[in-house]
C-alpha cells in the first residue's frame, strides 16, 4: 500500500563545502550555501555540488531532509522571538508536512514538479554542537531528535522547491512532524 502526502518543499539547500563537523571553530560559519529553487540529485551519490557528493563516508546518509514543523518546535521549546532560518540546520531538504522518522529504513518517493526521486530513508541526522553557536545556547540539545532524516538516492532525477507529494510505504502523521524522536537501539 502506497501513502500519499502533500508536502512543500520549502528549501534546497547545496553547500560546495562542510566545516560543522565536531567542535565548533572560527570561520566555520563562512562556508558558502545555495538556497535553490531545483537540484538534481544522482542515485547513490547524492546532490550535485553538494559537500557530500560522492563521498565514501557518506553514500549512505548523501541527503538530508529536515520538518520545519521540528526547526518550529526547537524555537518554540527554546523561548525564541521567532523562528530562525532553518538553513542554519544545514540540510540539504527542508520540508513541511511530513513526519520523517517512520520513514527510515523504507524507500519512498517525492514527487515535485521537477519529477520523481525516490530515496531511502536512512539514519537520524543527528545535530552538532554547531547549533548553540549558530542558533542559541540549548539548540543542540532541543534538536536531538529533530535533526532530519539521512537518505540515500536510489534514483537519478530533480527535486524543485514548491509543493509536492511524498509517496510512502508506512502511513504517516503530519501533526507528529515537530516531536522528537529518541531511539535507545536502532531501526532494524
Known amino acids: 500500500m502506497v501513502h500519499e502526502h502533500a508536502v512543500e518543499v520549502l528549501h534546497l539547500l547545496v553547500s560546495p563545502a562542510h566545516a560543522y563537523f565536531g567542535r565548533p571553530r572560527e570561520g566555520a560559519a563562512d562556508v558558502p550555501t545555495h538556497d535553490l529553487d531545483e537540484v538534481e540529485v544522482v542515485a547513490g551519490k547524492g546532490i550535485r555540488g553538494d559537500r557530500f557528493f560522492g563521498k565514501a563516508a557518506h553514500m549512505d546518509a548523501a541527503v538530508t531532509f529536515l520538518a520545519v514543523e521540528a526547526w518550529e518546535a526547537v524555537a518554540r521549546d527554546l523561548g525564541l522571538p521567532g523562528v530562525p532560518d532553518p538553513l542554519l540546520a544545514r540540510r540539504n531538504l527542508v520540508v513541511r508536512g511530513v513526519e520523517l522518522d517512520p520513514l527510515r529504513g523504507h524507500d519512498f518517493d517525492l514527487v515535485t514538479a521537477a519529477g520523481t526521486v525516490t530515496f531511502h530513508g536512512g539514519r537520524p541526522a543527528n545535530p552538532c554542537a554547531w547549533m548553540d553557536r549558530v542558533v542559541a545556547d540549548g539548540a543542540w540539545k532541543a534538536m536531538r531528535g529533530r535533526g532530519g532524516l539521512r537518505c540515500t538516492p536510489r534514483t537519478d532525477g ?31
Open 158 to 188: 530533480r527535486v524543485a522547491r514548491g509543493p509536492g507529494v511524498l509517496r510512502s510505504p508506512v502511513p504517516l502523521d503530519p501533526a507528529r512532524a515537530g516531536e522528537a524522536v529518541l531511539r535507545r537501539t536502532p531501526l532494524p
